[in-house]
């Protein structure tokens, strides 16, 4: 990280036949895909990266990948590393160009203004591919009416876990291509919620009553397989003592998905974990 901080950071997902491609991306692919190039004895990854200096010139680009191949973790991080490094001896900074740290501070998803919801983070622990590991958040705006199947639970009830689809519909994981539509090439998105959770009460303090949902659920994506996954899904929730509505909410997402490993033709079963906390409060 240290040796972006020069640099300001963003990205973009797209394929060769598009009809919208940034200039510099055509640059680089024209350069990558060259006819006549000999071929080269590496394998060629997905993914390439691009520095320009501040008139938006390229400078240089690399596979992501390269001459490492699929190796170890570390090896990929080295190597993007010695790149951009190589890169920045290329673009002279002045005085002034390089951002105060300050200003380039990470912010997380968050509720705007007068409006609340929950923040979901997400990683799939795949130790094949590190980059997934790290994980993904989204924030979901949610309004009262979307907390009203967790209300207050005078005594315990079950809750239908599809009525939380709203949010519930952010946990799939973060990688780039993991199941795509082959005509848009866009990722499926989560369309069905099923399972049911447990509400109860929990012991009280002197602020705030407490419960907690318990239990197992379901998330199919749009893709018309019957592709699913599962896990356990766990909350505690707050309330004031004189209303039933939802205060705040903290849980957990414990789950398995099913990855299919192409070169050896089996199925790979993944841990899938996402944390979720209400705001602003």
Known sequence: MAELKPFVVTSWFGHRNDSEIPDV?????AQ???RGRPQQATRQSNVDFALLDAQG????WFDAVGSIRYSRPDDLISNTVKQIQLATRRI???????PRLASNLLKLPDASPGKAGLRVFVRLDDRRMPAYRLPVVEFVELSARDWQPLAWPEQRRTVDASRLKKWLAQVYPPGVMERVDRTTKRAFAITSVTGSLS???A???????YAVASGRVRLGDSGG?????EGDLDLVLTYAKDSPAVQTVRGVFRGSYPRLDRLRQSTRHIPLEAVFESRPR
């Not at 397989?225 to 996954?229: C, E, I, N, Q, V």
């Open 92 to 98: 002279r900074f002045d005085s002034g160009s390089a």
């Open 203 to 209: 012991t009280p303090d002197a602020t705030a009553r």
């Open 32 to 34: 990558k895909f060259q």
């Open 225 to 229: 397989d019957g592709f699913s996954f």
């Open 57 to 60: 010139k390229l400078v240089h």
């Open 199 to 201: 509400l109860a009460a």
């Open 25 to 29: 991306v055509r640059e680089v692919w």
